[in-house]
């Protein structure tokens, strides 16, 4: 089996591409990403001789080179992640969410159903979503596969319109699809420019944490190696043309997130209880603001049998420790010359 994977240099996509190439042996795993700022091969250094893994440098957006792949690698299945994926991004220049997340995932579709004929035994589209489509809730109530999307951030709006494509391609064509849409995902080798990571990286150069607001905002994380495992049980036992809401069954409010962040990281970093919290500054809100999410997981729960396996306090130390590790890969990524390695690696082959 041949299985595209987007996106697989990014945070999440990274660790799926890891699961996938160490895991399935037999099937071949291609890796197509268009190294954004986003995008980092030394993510993926363990495994990027493994053989029967494949990297490609592609633009989504490139509809000619992106038909011309399909045809020369014949993919069977994708597992599409590329997208421009941070809100406050989409705050400043939405059209390029609406380039990469809607007209990207539009090439994809048209490519795989160009590929495949409409003979698609054994094919599969499945689109990675986030919970982010289904708007914001109040005080109560969770997000399940039927809450009505209401997308409120140009962000959530192009991956909303994506899924609505998505579906459509099914209920039209008849393409094989699946779509789950996952809470916020924390963990290794997310850019440092989402609240954890951001606030790791601060921490540790004692600058300030940009808290939004009253820092009174709600969001339910998830350790990304498992949405990496929900993402692999969909993929091999979920029901075509369905939709799985993945969470972590685990709301924080934003600002004792960063509290239990700054406790944590004072412990680990020999420094006096309580010096990290000074650096806690309240900003002026980010614009639509999402006051809370939070994902009913039953569905994924009683019909593929995946729940988490990490517990916050699990995860959360394992991704401290992570950049504590690994300050030149954060080094890297905040001076920009994780660019190099691909040149280094790549540019002769
Ligand atoms: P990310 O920003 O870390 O990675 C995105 C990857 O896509 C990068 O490697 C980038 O180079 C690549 N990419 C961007 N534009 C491209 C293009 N035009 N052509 C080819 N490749 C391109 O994102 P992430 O956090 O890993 O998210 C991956 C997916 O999961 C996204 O679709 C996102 O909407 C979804 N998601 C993310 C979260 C989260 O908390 N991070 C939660 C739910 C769903
Ligand atoms: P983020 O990691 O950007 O994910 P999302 O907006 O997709 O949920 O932000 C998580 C929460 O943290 C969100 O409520 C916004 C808040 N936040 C801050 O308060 N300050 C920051 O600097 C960032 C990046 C986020």
Not at 87 to 113: E, H, Q, W, Y
């Amino acid at each position: 089996m041949k299985v595209l994977i987007t996106g697989g240099a990014g945070f999440i996509g990274s660790h799926v591409v890891r699961l996938f190439v160490n895991k399935y042996p037999e099937y071949e795993i291609f890796n197509l990403d268009a190294l954004t700022y986003a995008g980092n091969l030394e993510n993926l250094r363990d495994i990027e001789g493994a053989s029967n893994y494949k990297f490609l440098k592609a633009d989504i957006n490139d509809v000619l080179e992106i038909d011309a792949l399909f045809e020369k690698y014949q993919f069977d299945k994708v597992i599409h992640l590329a997208a421009e994926s941070h809100v406050d991004r989409s705050i400043s220049d939405p059209l390029a969410f609406v380039r990469t997340n809607v007209i990207g995932t539009m090439n994809l579709l048209n490519a795989a159903k160009g590929l495949w004929k409409d003979n698609f035994k054994e094919k599969l589209f499945y689109h990675i979503s986030t919970d982010e489509v289904y708007g914001t809730l109040g005080e109560t109530g969770l997000f399940t596969e039927s809450t009505s999307y209401a997308p409120n951030s140009p962000y959530s709006a192009s991956k909303a319109s994506s899924d609505h494509f998505v579906r459509a391609y099914g209920e039209t064509y008849d393409l094989p699809y699946i779509i789950s849409n996952c809470s916020n995902n924390y963990g290794p080798n997310q850019f440092p420019e989402k609240l954890i990571p951001l606030f790791i990286n601060n921490i540790i150069d004692k600058k300030p944490l940009p808290v939004y607001g009253n820092g009174d905002y709600t969001r339910d994380w998830l350790y990304v190696i498992d949405h990496a495992i929900a993402i692999d049980k969909v993929f091999h036992q979920g029901r075509n043309k369905e939709t799985y809401n993945i969470g972590g069954i685990n709301e924080w409010k934003n600002i004792d997130l960063v509290k239990l962040l700054c406790k944590i990281m004072d412990a680990k970093l020999n420094r006096a209880e309580g010096s990290s919290a000074e650096l806690i500054n309240f900003i002026q809100d980010r614009l639509g603001h999402d006051k809370r999410y939070a994902i009913d997981a039953s569905k994924i729960g009683k019909q593929l049998g995946w729940k988490p396996t990490v517990t916050f306090q699990e995860g959360l130390e394992t991704t401290i420790d992570w950049y504590l590790d690994n300050e030149e890969w954060l080094k890297n990524v905040t001076s920009g010359k994780y660019k190099d390695y691909y040149l280094n690696q790549y540019s002769s082959k």
